[in-house]
Nanobody
Framework: QVQLVESGGGLVQAGGSLRVSCAAS???????????MGWYRQAPGEQRELVAG???????NYANSVKGRFIVSRNNVKNMVNLQMNNLKPEDTAVYYC??????????????WGQGTQVTVSS
């Protein structure tokens, strides 16, 4: 089993910056492939949406609303994914969830979610 532990987040004023990190731990074999690693967010009354992610080849994708402000990165040695959030806006307020996909040696796909971390941006 794999667990995702998130850290970071909190309260910041508009225009400020925050960083959230997510570390995958547990039963991760050397033959496993960590696929997509990224972040989703969910604001009250809204659906969960993709914020940013990076695939195993290093290709990143971002929601249009965060392009130019957020930077996603991964550390394949530590099985970590980070999200640097700059120039934050009140509309970025949400619970941010880490998402990681793992493929075992048989090619079976496993999808994991973190517990969520609150990001609140005050105006």
């Amino acid at each position: 089993q794999v667990q995702l532990v998130e850290s970071g987040g909190g309260l910041v004023q508009a225009g400020g910056s925050l960083r959230v990190s997510c570390a995958a731990s547990g039963t991760i074999s050397s033959t496993d492939l960590m696929g997509f690693m990224g972040w989703y967010r969910q604001a009250p009354g809204e659906q969960r949406e993709l914020v940013a992610g990076v695939d195993s080849g290093g290709t990143t994708n971002y929601a249009n609303s965060v392009k130019g402000r957020f930077i996603v990165s991964r550390n394949n040695v530590k099985n970590m994914v980070n999200l640097q959030m700059n120039n934050l806006k009140p509309e970025d307020t949400a619970v941010y969830y880490c998402n990681v996909v793992r493929y075992d040696y048989k090619g079976l796909r496993y999808n994991y979610w973190g517990q969520g971390t609150q990001v609140t941006v005050s105006s």
